[in-house]
T-cell receptor
Framework: AQSVTQLGSHVSVSEGALVLLRCNYS??????LFWYVQYPNQGLQLLLK??????LVKGINGFEAEFKKSETSFHLTKPSAHMSDAAEYFC???????????FGEGTQLTVNP | NAGVTQTPKFQVLKTGQSMTLQCAQD?????MSWYRQDPGMGLRLIHY???????DQGEVPNGYNVSRSTTEDFPLRLLSAAPSQTSVYFC??????????????FGPGTRLLVL
C-alpha cells in the first residue's frame, strides 16, 4: 500500500520569503515521489520527481525537494517566493502498484505582496 | 505534439443522464488513467489502462466505465449521472514500460456539473 500526507491545506507566505510545503509518504516498497503544480483552471504540471538517483532533486521554477528516507518525507522548498508561484501543489507517490499514482490532498500556496 | 487532450471542457448534466468524457494522447503512451479532483481530497484514481484492451479499476470506480480500443484513446463513460459525480476530471498518460518512475502527463480537465 502507499499513501501521501500533505501537512497544511493552505500556506501563505510573503513575496521573497522561503516556501516550504510538507509531504510525508508511506510505501511498502522503495517509492518514487513527485511534486505537481496546478495553476487555476489548468491541469497538473510536473515540478520535480525523485527516482532514487539523488536525494536532493531540483525542479523547474527554482523549486527543489529532498528525499529523507528516515523521516519518510519529501518536502518542497523554494528560497524566495514569487507572486507567480501562487497555485495548488500536490505530492504523489508510485511504486507499490506499477504506475498508479497516489496523491496527497494538496496545499494551496498564497503569495502576499 | 498536442499532448493529452480532453473534451468537453465543461458539461452540465441532469441526474440520470449518461455521457462520455473523451481523452486522447499522441505520445504513444501505454499507460492512461482517469482521476477526479474534489476540494480537499486531492486526485483520486477512477480507472486506468496499461495498454490497448487492458483496463482496471482504481480507487473510486463505481458509476464509471472505460474501454481502451486504441493506444491513443481512453474514454470515460458515466452510465447514470448523479450529483455526487460533480467534479473535475483529469486524464493522464505515461510510458508504463519504463516503470512507475515515469512522469504522468495530464490533460486540461473536464468540469462536470450534475444537477
Amino acid at each position: 500500500a502507499q499513501s501521501v500526507t500533505q501537512l497544511g491545506s493552505h500556506v501563505s507566505v510573503s513575496e521573497g520569503a522561503l516556501v516550504l510545503l510538507r509531504c510525508n509518504y508511506s510505501s511498502s516498497v522503495p517509492p518514487y515521489l513527485f511534486w505537481y503544480v496546478q495553476y487555476p483552471n489548468q491541469g497538473l504540471q510536473l515540478l520535480l520527481k525523485y527516482t532514487s538517483a539523488a536525494t536532493l532533486v531540483k525542479g523547474i521554477n527554482g523549486f527543489e525537494a529532498e528525499f529523507k528516507k528516515s523521516e519518510t518525507s519529501f518536502h518542497l522548498t523554494k528560497p524566495s517566493a514569487h507572486m507567480s508561484d501562487a497555485a495548488e501543489y500536490f505530492c504523489a507517490v508510485s511504486g507499490t502498484s506499477g504506475s498508479r499514482l497516489t496523491f496527497g490532498e494538496g496545499t494551496q500556496l498564497t503569495v502576499n505582496p | 505534439n498536442a499532448g493529452v487532450t480532453q473534451t468537453p471542457k465543461f458539461q452540465v448534466l441532469k441526474t440520470g443522464q449518461s455521457m462520455t468524457l473523451q481523452c486522447a494522447q499522441d505520445m504513444n503512451h501505454e499507460y492512461m488513467s482517469w482521476y477526479r479532483q474534489d476540494p480537499g481530497m486531492g486526485l483520486r484514481l477512477i480507472h486506468y489502462s496499461v495498454g490497448a484492451g487492458i483496463t482496471d479499476q482504481g480507487e473510486v470506480p463505481n458509476g464509471y466505465n472505460v474501454s481502451r480500443s486504441t493506444t491513443e484513446d481512453f474514454p470515460l463513460r458515466l452510465l447514470s449521472a448523479a450529483p455526487s459525480q460533480t467534479s473535475v476530471y483529469f486524464c493522464a498518460s505515461s510510458y508504463s514500460r519504463r516503470g512507475p518512475q515515469e512522469t504522468q502527463y495530464f490533460g486540461p480537465g473536464t468540469r462536470l456539473l450534475v444537477l
